[in-house]
């Protein structure tokens, strides 16, 4: 593998940098709520089996 000194990689590693297409403010505001509303839809589907489970086991075991 051929080696590339510290100076010549940080030099490519701007030029791919400058290639990226960067999220506005906006962007990144929408996808984050995004996130955190899945993130609590998910924590209450999870609660709600768990609670359903709980239940079962209780019934079937008489824990």
Known sequence: MARTNPFTFLQQVRQETAKVTWPTRRETMVST??????VFL???FFFTADQIFSWGFDLVFGF
């Not at 709520?33 to 899945?38: A, D």
């Open 33 to 38: 709520v995004m996130v955190l509303i899945m």
């Open 42 to 44: 998910a924590s209450i």
